[in-house]
Each structure stands twice: as C-alpha cells, then as structure tokens.
C-alpha cells in the first residue's frame, strides 16, 4: 500500500522531520514549500498518493490550494495547521480534507493518519474478485477502480471521505444509517462524541449532488440519513 507523499509547508524544519518519520515507515516523500509549487508538482506526478497540507503559506495557502486540488483529483488529504479554530477545521473538511490534525503535532501520530487514510481510500477499489466495479444508482455512477462518482456522466470532484459515504448510500440505497455508522465508515475511527463532521460532509455532498438539497440524500429525523431511491 506504500505510496508517495507530499509533504508541502512553509517551515524546512517540519518538513525533514517528517520526511525522517515517513521514509523510516518506508515512504517516498516530495516536498514543496509554498502553494503554487504544491500544484505544479501534483499536475505533473501523478504518483502522488497523499497530501499533508500546511495552511499558512505563500504564493497561495493551503485553503486554495484545496479547493483547486478538488476540481481534479481525488486524493486523501491531511491539514496540518497551528490554526486550530473550529471555524478553520470546518473550512478545511467543507473544501475537501480527510483530515485535520493541529500544530504542534507528533510525527508518529501524523505517520499514523496517514497509514489510515491511505488505507481507507484504497479500500474503495476493494478486493480484485468482483468483477463489476461500478455502483450505478439512477443518475448516479461511483467507478470503484477510478474512486470517481459520475452524475448523468458527468464527474462530481469529491474527497475520498466523500466518496466512502457515497460508496456506502449507493451500495445501500433506501437504507438509513444512523450518524455513528456514517462516520465510521467515512473516517475510520471509533464514534465516540458527536461533531460537526457529518453535517458538514452530508452538505456538501448534497451541494454538489443537485441545487435541490434533499432530492438525494435524505435527512429521517432522529435516525439519520438514507440515499432516496424515488
């Protein structure tokens, strides 16, 4: 599953350090250290597998850089920032991050989400014995091999925790699932105290499904949400 990583922060100190932890876990690593080189080197390496993402740099921080990253690729995305506000983490996984971890931070922890957010977006292609890979639900088409969700043909730009919701309402649509499955499966991580991460995911992705925001996902109160199937 070792894939290359993008290290991209304004600081050469944070930088290294993780490059130290991230080879010795067997990674290669790419650095950049402003906005625009981080775009230049995901345009032309396709073999960029992850993003840690510093917030505060020049040329362009890290919020543009997201939301121009996630009008063309896919790719798990890790935010490190000092900038720990919940107004700043709501903006950073409303724009498509996976993950939001604070500064300053433990590299073994950073090592770690990204073991398990590389392992949660591979886990939407599967295992290699089914032979369809792609979910279709009306209008709606997630190609499991490409990780891309197609509406009426046309590609819907998603983050991979997105598209591990998708993946689950299309697999099952009509059932409803309640908060704490939703953010198991999209996260990856125990359901322990509610947040705002699910309310934030679920709108967006009603945003970008149609104008109409219930017409796909449906809020049943006091249960959760389902994938409307009429």
Known sequence: MQSKVLVADDEPEIRDLLRLYLEKEGYEVVQAADGREVLRILQEDEGIGILLLDIMMPELDGFHVLKKLREERNLPVVVLSARTADCDKILGLDLGADDYIAKPFNPLEVVARVNSNLRRYCSLGGGNNMADRIIQV???????????????????????????????????????????????????EEYILADNNIMVCISKLRAKLSENSSKYIKTIRGLGYRLEVS
């Open 138 to 188: 009306y209008d709606l088409s997630l190609n499991m091999d490409t990780c891309e969700l197609r509406k009426e043909g046309e590609l819907i730009p998603l983050s991979s925790t997105e598209l591990r919701l998708m993946k689950l309402f299309m697999e099952h649509p009509g059932k409803i699932f309640t908060k704490q499955q939703l953010y198991e499966a999209g996260w990856g």
